[in-house]
């Protein structure tokens, strides 16, 4: 594996560094207390190229390599967690299964359009009692001969306050496994419920969703009947390695603010960094957040040559969001009572880091996988 960023990898970073120091930072703050969809920025972002930065030109998209899209999702991340959230969600997720299975009306007037920023996509999989059990879902579609009929409940779905469209994760009445579906936002029977109030990712509005006897055609099934399962285990290992750099980006901003504060705030007449239980506590996190970054490039580099890589997207996942909260959690103690005081970022990168704890499989279900897959 070549260590080395390209040029092109090192002008993606480039371009995003140079973005969020200028647009994202200053209005990071003012994204979190307001607790609003950061729409403005998320256009720029699509104007930047994001949300087809993974997918082929063929279909629209900028071709770039996955390490480049972590490198901009890290950076990303680094200005405001909530906002990369709403746009890696769209940029993966949200977008994904239109690109695979959409038809021309599908490709031509969502993913196209999404691809811009025009349109916001959610994806509804996780249910009031269907979280990590994803297969235990309830939500069912009735087969019908002109199409379905969706009935069911989603919850936790991340833009779906501002989406344009969904894809859902059902089942269907005539099998067992699960099947895909793009569902229009404006649907008759759709329901966006109220913005689930979060201890952090304030800006990425997240809501519960419900279908009442929605009528869809035949052609918003995405892929075969009881082919969601399979079509999932296709992005899984990307999804993974994204949420991991979404770690390393929010744990790059701690560790920055950490550093810069260290230098400067004076106890006992000299620099709070010189004394060595601090000097400890930076070694220890850089430990963490190169290791992290370099295993991240790593099954990066592992899903761009298409070899097997899903114990290492786990691995990848499990340490850097690991490794994030903790970091998280010492650049806090950095600060002191600073880092106690809403007025310092540091407490937001502490509280939105938990979000990396979850998303893409929580550290638990992640554990029992790669123990499984190491012990059989
Ligand atoms: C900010 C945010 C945004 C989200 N966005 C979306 C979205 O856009 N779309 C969407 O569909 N979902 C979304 N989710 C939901 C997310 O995917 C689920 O929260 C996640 O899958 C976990 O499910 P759960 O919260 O129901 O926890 P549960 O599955 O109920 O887990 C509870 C606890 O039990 C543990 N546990 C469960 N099963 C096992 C097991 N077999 N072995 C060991 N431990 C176990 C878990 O690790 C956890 O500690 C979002 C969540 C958050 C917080």
């Known amino acids: 594996m070549d ?47 994001f949300y087809g930065m993974r997918y082929p030109e063929s279909a629209g998209g900028n071709g770039l ?40 009306e599908i490709k031509n007037k969502y993913f196209a359009e999404a691809l811009k920023g025009n349109k916001i996509g959610g994806i509804c ?26 009935n069911g409940q989603k919850t936790w779905i991340t833009s779906a306050p501002v989406a344009d469209f969904f894809t859902v994760l059902a089942k269907t ?17 759709v329901m966006v419920g109220k913005t689930i109030e ?12 419900g279908f009442v006897d929605v009528h869809l055609p035949k ?21 993974r390695i994204m949420t991991a750099a979404l770690a390393i980006g929010v744990a790059t901003a701690a560790y920055e603010d ?8 004076e106890q006992f007449g000299k620099a709070i960094g010189t004394f060595q239980a601090m000097r400890t506590k930076f070694a220890d996190m850089a430990v963490q957040l190169e290791t992290a970054k370099h295993y991240v490039f790593y099954a990066a580099w592992l899903s761009e040559k298409n070899m097997p890589r899903q114990k290492e997207s786990m691995l990848a996942k499990l340490y850097a969001s690991e490794c994030a909260n903790s970091i998280c959690d010492q650049a806090t103690r950095v600060f002191a009572s600073y880092g106690f005081a809403m007025e310092y970022p540091v407490q937001r990168y502490f509280r939105d880091a938990r979000f990396t704890l979850i998303g893409g499989g929580t550290s638990e279900i992640l554990k029992n996988n790669i123990g499984k897959m190491i012990l059989g």
């Open 198 to 209: 979060k201890l952090g990712l304030c800006g990425s509005l997240t809501s519960e969703v």
């Open 3 to 49: 260590f080395e960023l390209n040029d092109l990898q090192k002008q993606v970073q480039q371009t995003f560094k140079d973005f969020v120091d200028r647009k994202v930072k200053p209005l990071a703050a003012e994204i979190d207390e307001k607790k609003e969809f950061p729409r403005d920025l998320f256009n720029q972002v699509g104007e930047l190229g």
């Open 125 to 150: 999989m996780t249910e009031p009692n269907a979280g990590s059990d994803l297969l235990g879902v309830k939500s069912i579609a009735k087969v019908t001969k002109d199409g379905f009929i969706l």
């Open 65 to 104: 390599d996955i390490t480049s899209y972590c490198l901009a999702v890290m950076e990303l991340a680094r200005g405001s967690l909530s906002l990369a959230a709403s746009c890696t969600m769209q940029s993966l997720m949200g977008t994904y299964f239109l690109y695979r299975f959409g038809d021309d």
């Open 219 to 239: 052609n918003y099934l995405l892929g075969q009947i009881g082919g969601g399962t399979k079509c999932l285990m296709e992005i899984l290992a990307e999804i």
């Open 173 to 189: 009445d005539n099998h067992e496994q699960l099947s895909i579906f793009f569902v229009p936002a404006n649907l008759k029977g």
């Open 258 to 265: 950490a550093v810069e504060y260290a230098k400067t705030r």
